[in-house]
């Protein structure tokens, strides 16, 4: 009993179960419409597994949903719910593209410029929530949900100005050449280029029809360093310390308003990260108008849970994620079914793995009853 | 324990609340979406005499926008009805979306690759040169002289719709102040909102009265409660109809007419059904009938890349809803005979500033 009771009590086993009920409820949804779950489940694997170039899609499409779900995890660590990663995320993409138009300077320069421009705006929009929160206790998922809505807001408005809008178009200028982080970018258009991957069709697939960018690397980074700074700096102690039990914290001496604010100014950071290379490293390279969010944000907020909040966790979940979201596409165009069918299964999933919290509490349960038969 | 259970309940709180954020746009028209999926593999199977593979990939609307999409694939579907051509969609989630999407079509075989919206316009030429033996087609977008051999432009001459439905204002206005309401100022809008002024102009100049237009631009495509406030205004400052060419903020427009008792006029589809009493007509924009025009020309394999289709009234991709209910009957008479004259070209709408004044002046005789 007691060893039942802890294998489903590690993360890792409950998170496993839930994907596996995940796919079973999306199986019997997909029969009751009148699809082959195999046929639809081979379609996406398929979708994202038979070709290298697939693969890559789905590493470029995870790295911004890696980051906001980091952003998210972090600030849970810290006893935050930071619902506001997609405000941060579209603050940090305007002011990314507004920095990327203006200036422009050799890449060396121009990159960092971007993506600090990016981060700060981040930063700034998490420290707003954190302020608030610190020094007049409003609950930070309030002010962060508000917050979202008036980048959307801002972001439209900096679309409809003449200086960035593009004619005859919904969304800005492209950001300068310059700014890009896409890997090769001058060179795999280029004709030598082109002659050479010709001769490397492998290659070819990957570099020119996916943008290839350093993202991923960046969020490799982040992942350990967030980890470490966590587990194992005395700064990271006092973040998680005033999110286990403000009180206690406050006695041993740690300034729990500090600590709340800096919590948020590093989550803020994180999800504009998550602007700010999704602007340089992948096409269109500008922002539009937008009717409505495009969820990186709540979309990283899956991410944590599916990751139980472990910044290493994020960058598998946001990996397994990126990947249902691309692969199942193909299941449109391979069986037919219709789009939201695929919605409801990967919300199934998510659903599930959200209830994997169930499970180490029915553990607990296990636990006590076996000890209370000893007894 | 206690702190468990909080977190529990509040991950299920987020998780229920993502879902229902998502699934907002797709309500009240699920049970079409599957009467058209069953429709599909249904058709595929009678006749599959054809091994022509369209797709197309959406804009962020997705499939069910009630717009441009959605015609464009019930366009798509209506081909593979009449010519057994394997058609499917995939939606875009993102503007991030859009080269992928147009890459990825390409290997599951299709032979055509329909953008749909101008939106797309960067990311499908960069997709048509890394595909050369594909043809990818564009709604809404031309790309002039740099049309690249395996792409083609399809566009709409909307000022012709534009101008009947102005003119059928002109003729129904008690007031003398009619309206149009905007989405995001572009040449294509412009081609809606010109074509609108001069109708109302020639109906002026028939009816020998002054009529005055008030245009507005929302600077947006979706927001609603934009349109409904710009259209209130309008509505209290004397117009009695207001046109619009502004996607979802229209749905605002028609909304305020409905308060106002007064008239709205739809475009892209026949929107009367979003009230019935208070949409006078539609400036019909038919995607779907260009989008499978196109495609059976490809599918015979006519040469359709390297060049812009423009589709107008001659190619009935353009035009008015058949019933109008709310309208006088005289009036759809006289409408019809503008119609008629556009056809034949002895009245040419303008489509932008310029040729809009030019067009004044061969009025005033």
Known sequence: ?375 | MKKKLLALLMAVVMVTSLTACSSKKSTGDSDKTKTEATEAPASDDTASKSDFVVSMITDTGGVNDQSFNQSAWEGLQELNKSTGAKVSYIESKQETDYTTNLDKCVDDGSNLVWGIGFSMADALKTAASTNPDVSYAIVDNSYGDQTPSNVTGVMFRAQEPSFIVGYIAGKTTTTGKVGFVGGISSDLIDQFEYGYKAGVDYAANELGKKITVDAQYAESFSDAAKGKAIANKMFSDGCDIVFHAAGGVGVGVIEAAKEANKFAIGVDRDQAYLAPKNVLTSALKLVGTAVKLVSEKAAKGEQIGGQTFTFGLTEDAVGIPDKNPNMDPAVYEAAMKVQQSIKDGTIVPPSNKDTYKEFGKTLSK
Not at chain 1, 100 to 123: E, S, T, Y
Request: aromatic share 10%; glycine share 8%; charged share 10%.
């Open chain 1, 1 to 375: 009993m007691q060893k039942i009771a802890n294998i489903l009590k590690k993360q890792i086993t409950s998170t496993i179960i839930a994907i596996i009920f995940g796919f079973i409820v999306a199986a019997i949804i997909l029969a009751a419409t009148g699809y082959s779950p195999a046929d639809a489940f081979t379609a996406m694997f398929e979708g994202i597994f038979s070709r290298p170039k697939y693969i890559s899609n789905v590493i470029i499409k995870s790295t911004p949903i890696i980051l906001t779900g980091l952003s998210v995890a972090f600030a849970f660590k810290t006893g935050l719910f930071n619902m506001g990663a997609e405000g941060q995320y579209i603050m940090s993409s305007v002011f990314a593209t507004i920095v990327g138009i203006k200036l422009d300077l050799p890449p060396v320069l121009q990159i960092p410029m971007v993506i600090l421009a990016g981060v700060f705006a981040g930063a700034v929009y998490g420290a707003v929530v954190g302020y608030l929160k610190a020094r007049f206790g409003i609950h930070e998922v309030i002010t962060s949900i508000m917050l979202n809505w008036v980048a959307l807001y801002f972001s439209n408005f900096i679309v409809s100005l003449k200086t960035f809008h593009q004619p005859n178009s919904t969304a800005t200028f492209t950001v300068n050449e310059s700014s890009f982080t896409t890997i090769l970018h001058k060179w795999k258009v280029s004709p030598e280029g082109i002659a050479w991957l010709k001769e490397h069709p492998t290659i070819m697939d990957v570099l020119l029809k996916t943008d290839v960018n350093i993202g991923i690397i960046v969020a490799i980074i982040m992942v350990i360093v967030i980890s470490i700074l966590l587990n194992r700096t005395t700064k990271g102690y006092e973040l998680k310390a005033v999110g286990f039990n403000k009180d206690a914290a406050e006695f041993a001496g740690i300034n729990v308003k500090k600590n709340i604010l800096h919590s948020m100014i590093i989550a803020g950071a994180i999800a504009g990260l998550a602007g700010a290379l999704s602007v340089t490293g992948v096409q269109p390279h500008r922002i539009s108008t937008m009717a409505a969010f495009e969820n990186y944000g709540f979309n990283g907020l899956s991410v944590a849970l599916i990751a139980a909040n472990s910044p290493i966790g994020c960058l598998f979940a946001g990996l397994l994620f990126a990947g249902l979201l691309y692969g199942g596409q193909s299941i449109q165009s391979t069986i037919g079914a219709p789009s939201e069918v695929i919605n409801i299964m990967i919300g199934t999933i998510v659903f599930f793995v959200a209830l994997t919290r169930i499970v180490p509490v029915l553990a607990d349960k296990l636990a006590k009853r076996g000890e209370k038969h000893a007894h």
